[in-house]
């Protein structure tokens, strides 16, 4: 059973381009979720996708979106890039709605630097 | 606003010793807490999880204790290996028309052999 791919792997931009990253969830996985990694910041929440419907969102600025498609693979972007945004983008899926949960499985993640 | 707090950033402790990783949490919605473990260059791997409605959850060397009137979680690896080295993330999910799991910052764990 193939995991969550995401891709690029590593991604180089600069301040003011914009950038789209991918993620293919589990087969079967419904759910995708988006996360910045930083340093000293943990995972910070970005939004989670539901059959194409944003179901929630985290206190990022409006130059985060996402959607998701009918295969459930998912895409983030951001616009107009700052240096702040360099860090570890991860992706991760799940049955949602199951009663019993067992957790995300995540990507490897997207490592974005802004130069 | 963090609700998942992980206090302690790094921990050190002797193989075949138990390693002891504790978390605090604000929300009483939260429904399933969970830990992952993290190497460098990878996604975070779940770990272990346990529902709001139990105290204990054990797999193997991993068990995780839930205290919800201390609104605390920890994790106890038993014994703890050289592999077990890694950043470990508290977590924790609750529902608010969407599902939303919100991660502490995270503890390293240095097992030294």
């Known amino acids: 059973k193939a995991g969550v791919t995401q891709t690029p792997r590593y991604l180089i931009k600069t301040r003011g381009q914009q950038v789209t990253l991918s993620c293919s969830p589990i087969?079967?996985?419904?759910?995708v979720s988006w996360y910045q990694q930083t340093p000293g910041q943990g995972l910070q929440f970005l939004f989670e996708?539901?059959?194409?419907?944003?179901?929630n969102k985290g206190n990022f600025p409006g130059r985060f979106s996402g959607r998701q498609f009918s295969n459930s693979r998912s895409e983030m972007n951001v616009s107009t890039l700052e240096l702040g945004d360099s860090a570890l983008y991860l992706c991760?899926?799940?049955?949602?709605?199951?009663?019993?949960?067992?957790?995300?499985?995540f990507g490897s993640g997207t490592r974005l630097t802004v130069v | 606003d963090q609700q998942v707090k992980q206090n302690s950033p790094s921990l050190s402790v002797q193989e075949g010793r138990i390693s002891i990783l504790n978390c605090d949490y604000t929300?009483?919605?939260?429904?399933?807490f969970l830990w992952y473990k993290k190497y460098p260059a990878e996604g975070p791997t779940f770990l272990i999880s346990?529902?709001?409605?139990?105290d204990k959850n054990e797999d193997g060397r991993f068990t995780v204790f839930l205290n919800k009137s201390a609104k605390h979680l920890s994790l106890h690896i038993v014994p703890s290996q050289p592999g077990d080295s890694a950043v470990y993330f508290c977590?924790?999910?609750?529902?608010?028309?969407?599902?939303?799991?919100?991660f502490g910052a995270g503890t390293r764990l240095f097992v030294k052999a």
């Open positions: 996708y539901f059959s194409e419907t944003q179901r």
């Open positions: 977590a924790a999910r609750e529902y608010t028309g969407g599902f939303k799991t919100i």
């Open positions: 991760a899926s799940s049955l949602a709605g199951q009663g019993s949960f067992n957790g995300y499985t």
């Open positions: 087969s079967g996985h419904r759910s």
């Open positions: 346990i529902s709001s409605i139990k």
């Open positions: 929300n009483s919605m939260f429904d399933y």
